[in-house]
């Protein structure tokens, strides 16, 4: 029995979007939604590790958001198969918010810039910020000859800050004092 885990249609270096149009598989478009799915990932390691029950739901929220965004940025902005806009980002935004807010109130202030690291689980999130910002940069390329959703920009924007307070979280948390950065 042949396994299904395989195609081969995508050996010569090209994928099918949603509506089934084969692109090369370093197109914008597949590097954009790739490098979602590559964030998905590492946000899987922060959290496997997060031991709090309501923000480990919540990061779980998040990857699931995140394959609504990875879905939306495989399909054609031409095909009739995507929206103009993704529902329910502005309440994933306000979500992110919420929590960035709320975490931000838990977290000492600093005033000084912070160098990746601490304890694993805040340098996991960090690398899951990183990732973030690539995503980010990936969507702003695609975005310049196709259609996205405003509302997904923002919200990877806000991802992104929402995972730098997570690490600073984690950290204090720990006890561990941030590592910042000295001229």
Known sequence: MKSCLY???GDS??????????????????????????????LGLVESGCEEPELKEFLRTVQNELFNVGCYLATDSTSDLQPSSLPGMENAIAALEQWIDRLDEDTPKIRAFVLPGGTRLAAEAHMARTVCRRAERRILTLSEDAYVDPAIIRYVNRLSDFLFIVARYFNFKAGCPEITWKK
């Open 7 to 9: 195609t081969r249609t």
């Open 13 to 42: 270096g090209t994928t099918s979007l949603v509506g089934g149009e084969r692109v090369k598989k370093n197109c914008d478009r597949i590097e954009a939604y790739g490098t979602i799915d590559e964030l998905s990932s590492v």
